[in-house]
């Protein structure tokens, strides 16, 4: 009698798990690997101040870091080479003394200049030999004044309204004295034309006219007396002198 042979499903069975385990892990590794990336702080940096190449999600088995200036992976163009076991920095021919270099690979411009303005590249070296290459771009400005202008252009800009102050008041006085040089003759041919004692108006004309003329018969009182005899006086008169004769 034969022995029951054995199924060759049940066999297969642990080994397909086993398989499916190792292809999910193989698989899901590189998904929660983040990305090396490199951004600017500030993204664009005023000439003089400092400025900061910031490297996010920098892998765990890293060995070395170099950061190089430019597009091109060259010796000449490398900044810092920094060795994570050892803690040891090295420059390289691109080096400022401006330069500083962090364990998490980021890299500190101090005092930064317009010549600083371009790309870098932050190559990775992992501990598997691996090499990735990371690129950075910095941009720096020339800081001008609050309002967007060099400082010679607000100080002429200030002069010129200072000047046209100037000439404004100086204008404003002139005005106002030439006003009242008017006012001041005016009240003079007042004065002229009519006594202190009388309020009158000012002549309509230049002509003078008999009427404003002054009446001597009317301020002395013989003239009256001349122009108004009283007949009652010369009757009297002339009838003593007939008595007396």
Not at 209 to 232: F, G, R
Request: charged share 15%; glycine share 6%; proline share 9%.
């Amino acid at each position: 009698m034969e022995p029951p042979s054995a199924s060759p499903r049940a066999g297969r069975g642990p080994w397909r798990e086993l398989l499916l385990a190792v292809s999910l892990l193989a698989f899901w590794n590189p998904l929660t690997t983040a990305q090396v990336t490199v951004e600017s702080v500030p993204p664009n940096a005023a000439e003089g101040k400092d400025a900061l190449l910031r490297v996010l999600n920098l892998p765990g088995d890293t060995a070395s870091l170099a950061w190089f200036r430019g597009e091109i992976v060259a010796p000449v163009h490398q900044i810092l080479l920094y060795v994570v076991d050892t803690r040891v920095i090295t420059p390289g021919p691109a080096y400022s003394g401006r330069e500083i270099i962090y364990p998490n690979g980021s890299l500190l411009f101090q005092n930064i200049t317009l010549n600083d303005t371009g790309s870098y590249i932050l190559q990775i070296i992992k501990k598997n030999f691996q090499i990735e290459q990371v690129p950075g771009q910095l941009r720096v400005f020339h800081e001008r004044s609050t309002i967007g202008l060099p400082v010679g252009s607000i100080i002429g800009i200030a002069l010129v309204v200072l000047i046209g102050v100037a000439l404004v008041a100086t204008l404003g006085y002139l005005l106002i004295c030439t006003r009242t040089g008017r006012a001041s003759g005016w009240c003079d041919l007042r004065e002229f034309w009519c006594p202190a004692s009388t309020p009158c108006h000012a002549p309509a004309s230049s002509s003078i006219s008999p009427d404003s003329l002054p009446n001597h018969t009317a301020e002395v009182p013989i003239y009256q007396e001349l122009q108004h005899p009283d007949t009652d006086i010369y009757c009297q008169i002339n009838h003593k002198a007939e008595v007396a004769t």
